[in-house]
């Protein structure tokens, strides 16, 4: 069955970076792009950022252009999400989701991760 | 970027009502919107499709329509289980963009 298997929470200072992880299994994970989506404590959903895992290609949200970086790697079937220059306003929880295609409906979530900034 | 707006914000319901949500696409977006569910401390799950399909497994009480810049989410019959906040998603054009969500609880 398809998963999405997010990293834990983390907690960090202002202007330090995190790196979520989103490892997928029961599909071929070079088929479907992977968006990166989060939500503000008691806020809607945003969108970040797209990843092609096939060949590592990506669009980013104007808004987190310079301060997001998507990557993957195919040997372990994972995609990560690295957010920078972090601050109280970056805390939410962080959801990868695929898509067949780079616009489509996102049809399997990862189950989140918690990023705290706080100092 | 494309702005999607949705109304009511939130509504209470009885058991057995029908229950409809609206979303406006600031711009004709063909039929490239999806509906999702999501339950506190989960995450969204997909329900409709291309404005008007229904995702394998979802119960036929979730339907869809519209096209261009202004759809429509029904759920016909409300079920306790239904209590979320459900949310339009347009995906016409980079960036994806939601909607503000609409909270549907029970009166």
């Known amino acids: 069955q398809v998963q999405l298997v997010q990293s834990g929470a983390e907690v960090k200072k202002p202007g330090a970076s995190v790196k979520v992880s989103c490892k997928a299994s029961?599909?071929?994970?070079?088929?479907?792009?992977m968006h990166w989506v989060r939500q503000a404590p008691g806020q809607g959903l945003e969108w970040m950022g797209i990843?092609?895992?096939?060949?590592?290609?990506?669009s980013y949200a104007q808004k987190f252009q310079g301060r997001v970086t998507m990557t993957r790697d195919t040997s372990t079937s994972t995609v990560y999400m690295e957010l920078s220059s972090l601050r109280s306003e970056d805390t939410a929880v962080y959801y990868c989701?695929?898509?067949?295609?780079?616009?489509?409906?996102?049809?399997?979530w990862g189950q989140g991760t918690l990023v705290t900034v706080s100092s | 970027d494309i702005q999607m707006t949705q109304s009511p914000s939130s509504l209470s319901a009885s058991v057995g009502d029908r229950v409809t949500i609206t979303c406006q696409a600031s711009?004709?977006?063909?039929?490239?919107l999806n509906w999702y569910q999501q339950k506190p401390g989960k995450a969204p799950k997909l329900l409709i499709y291309?404005?008007?399909n229904l995702e394998t497994g979802v119960p036929s009480r979730f339907s869809g329509s519209g096209s261009g810049t202004d759809f429509t989410f029904t759920i016909s019959s409300l079920q306790p289980e239904d209590i979320a906040t459900y949310y339009c998603?347009?995906?016409?054009?980079?960036?994806?963009?939601f909607g503000p969500g609409t909270k549907v609880d029970i009166k």
């Open positions: 989701a695929r898509s067949l295609h780079i616009a489509a409906a996102s049809d399997y």
């Open positions: 029961g599909y071929t994970f070079t088929s479907y792009y």
């Open positions: 990843i092609n895992p096939s060949g590592g290609s990506t």
């Open positions: 711009q004709d977006i063909s039929n490239y």
């Open positions: 291309d404005a008007s």
């Open positions: 998603q347009q995906y016409d054009n980079l960036p994806i963009t």
